[in-house]
């Protein structure tokens, strides 16, 4: 028998429905005492320019005003843009020998990766790192929140038992599948799957699944197109099916999981420092207290990667799942997965 | 007799004009260089009366020449050029984008009028249209000098300035939307495309994960929209009102999508 992991909070009778359409889903967890509350931290004053990738609307704008407000005397400048861009816009500074950012927050850890390559990010304190959940801690950088792959599947065409367990055997099922290739959070995953099970190997596995795929120009496409009937399953990130089901709970969809590959993927936001100094050290303490990582769980329904904080109701915790053991700063360089993707006829 | 100002020549820019488009904010032009003179309306509307008064005479110049003599003497790749050499172009394409969009239609309206042979009232038909768009542009560009005087225009910008709210970003997205109707009515439809394209994944997706737990089928609308409607329109045999009534029709799911988006924020937790 296939062994799989649910969301059993969706699948128990009323669980979800009992969620009130359109209002946040967490209430306040509890917490493990090596977490920080803000409350424990220095307030922070000076000047602090960050790099912010783009992400989750305003979300992350508003844990910045919260603590522009919390510290009247720091004088925040935020440089906004594509997270890549902005990698790359660090590199290039620092080439020509200017330093602009004393943070970077980017969007996705290939970004994070680039920047530590290229020797710019300051090694971080071991007692901030170890906030961090076991397999997410680095050196030079922090992971915020995290987002997992999973496969959201359509209740009305499949049982669960249905659905393979391995993100490799999707390859040889009869089961249509929505994705959407030109979207970061894929391509990230095909890297992960290169790095684990070759070149060979992921190429073959793109020229099988886009016999049956459906293409969709983002992740939320993929999981309204999956509700909607249009293909069985799909992939993408968590937080678009607990999102959907927020406001329209009885959806047409649920979460599957594989195990210990990459279409279990955890990735994650990260920050890390530029700059000498406590201010951007303590900035990126600020990112992982309690209330800020409580927030962005309940709020943008990602993952905190502290210890001590919930998950997003919905979602069970990492310690049940499997992902893969990926050093997610390896996921920096996409050319060779873009030019797999091509030479498979994905993009 | 009014004195002919100086006009100053401008490079047509095809093809860069999608590249700028994608890197410049809200109300920034993205045909040829922005001249300073977008932040000091007031200063120079007495050269943008004289440039609408100027190209007014330059078309009616062209559709005479097309009614006396014919389409070969008239020569209709005149009619854009005009309009590329004055700073009014930047004025009004940084000001009022619908009504910039109305001007470059109703100028292919003219010279597809005169490059299809049509009677010469069907040509003066589409040059009272055309003349119509400039003086409304020229009265737009009157009212946003009145409001920069006041302090009520941000300062046009060359560099993107990112929205950092999901309102500001919905606005955001319908002033691209605006962009595109022009581009398209600019007879750039992979200009307009890729515009539609980049809106999506660069703006949209950013706030659609919000506006889902709002109003699910809202999203499945404006996905389509994006994904489907509005690039069909684009690549087939649609009129600029084609187009334009597509983006209205978005713009409205827009604003509603707004107000719902900003009622939901009230109720959001706070961070500390």
């Known amino acids: 028998m296939q062994r799989r992991v649910f969301l059993q909070s969706l ?85 020509a020998g200017v ?43 922090a992971p915020v929140t995290g987002r997992i792959r999973t496969l959201p599947y359509n209740t009305g065409r499949l049982t669960p038992e249905q659905i393979p367990d391995s993100v490799m055997a999707l390859a040889d099922s009869e089961l249509s599948i929505g994705w959407a290739p030109a979207y970061a959070s894929f391509q990230s995953f095909v890297t992960a799957m290169r790095l684990l099970e070759g070149d060979r190997v992921t190429a073959e596995w793109l020229r099988a699944i886009s016999k049956r795929a459906k293409s969709y120009a983002g992740e939320l496409g993929v999981v309204m197109g999956v509700e909607r009937g249009e293909v069985d399953l799909g992939f993408a990130n968590h937080y678009y099916t607990l999102r959907l089901k927020s406001g329209k709970p009885d959806a047409n969809v649920d979460l599957a999981f594989t195990k210990n590959d990459a279409g279990c993927l955890v990735n994650a936001s990260g920050v890390l420092a530029l700059s000498e100094g406590d201010l951007p050290i303590t900035f990126i303490r600020y990112l992982l207290t309690r209330e800020v990582q409580s927030y962005l769980a309940s709020e943008a329904y990602e993952i905190p990667l502290v210890n001590g ?30 030019n797999l993707m091509r030479n498979a006829g994905v993009l | ?80 050029e005009y309009w590329e050499e004055v700073d009014f172009h930047a004025a009004i394409e940084t000001n009022h984008v619908p009504t910039y969009a109305s001007i470059w239609q109703g100028i292919f309206g003219v010279k597809q009028a005169i490059d299809s042979g049509a009677p010469a009232a069907k040509v003066r038909e589409e040059q009272k249209k055309l003349n119509q768009a400039l003086w409304q542009g020229l009265g737009a560009v009157k009212v946003a000098a009145q409001y920069q005087q006041k302090g009520l225009l941000a300062k046009i910008q060359t560099t993107e300035a990112e929205p950092t709210t999901a309102p500001e970003t919905l606005e955001d997205i319908k002033h691209r939307l605006d962009r595109v109707v022009a581009k398209f009515a600019e007879q750039l439809p992979e200009a307009a495309t890729t515009i539609v ?76």
């Open chain 1, 99 to 141: 330093r602009r950012a004393d943070v970077f927050w980017a969007v996705d850890s290939g970004a994070i990766g680039m920047v530590a390559d290229a020797g710019l990010a300051r090694p971080l304190p071991a007692d901030l790192t170890g906030q961090l959940k076991a397999g997410f801690q680095y050196p030079q950088w």
């Open chain 1, 309 to 338: 904080v919930k998950p997003p109701v919905g979602l069970p915790p990492l310690n049940r799942v499997s992902p893969p053991r990926v050093d997610l700063t390896q996921l920096a360089d996409l050319r060779p997965t873009l």
């Open chain 2, 197 to 272: 394209h980049d809106t999506y994944l660069h703006r949209f997706e950013g706030v659609e994960g919000a506006l889902i737990e709002q109003d699910a089928a809202l999203v499945e609308d404006l996905e389509k929209d994006f994904n489907v409607t509005l690039p069909l329109a684009l690549k087939g045999e649609s009129s600029v009102d084609d187009v334009r009534k597509v983006v209205e029709a978005m713009q409205a799911k827009l604003d509603k999508a707004k107000n719902l988006l900003v009622e939901a924020e009230k109720k959001r937790k706070k961070v500390f």
């Open chain 2, 1 to 80: 007799m009014k004195a002919l100002f100086e006009v100053r020549k401008r490079r047509g820019l095809g093809p860069v004009v999608a590249l700028i488009a994608l890197l410049t904010a809200a109300q920034v032009s993205a045909n040829g260089a922005i001249g300073e003179h977008v932040n000091n309306l007031q200063a120079h509307l007495g050269q943008y009366s004289e440039e609408v008064d100027w190209l007014v005479a330059k078309f009616d110049g062209v559709v005479d020449t097309y009614e006396k003599q014919g389409q070969k003497a008239a020569n209709s790749n005149a009619l854009p």
């Open chain 1, 11 to 95: 699948l128990a009778a009323g669980a979800f429905g009992l969620i009130p359409a359109g209002r946040s889903l967490a209430t306040t967890p509890p917490v493990a005492a090596d977490t920080l509350s803000v409350d424990q931290l220095p307030p922070m004053e000076g000047d602090l320019t960050l790099y912010l990738g783009r992400g989750e609307g305003g979300l992350y704008e508003n844990v910045l005003e919260a603590i522009r407000q919390r510290n009247p005397k720091l004088n925040l400048q935020i440089r906004r843009g594509v997270t890549a861009a902005l990698a790359n816009t660090i590199v290039a500074e620092a080439k």
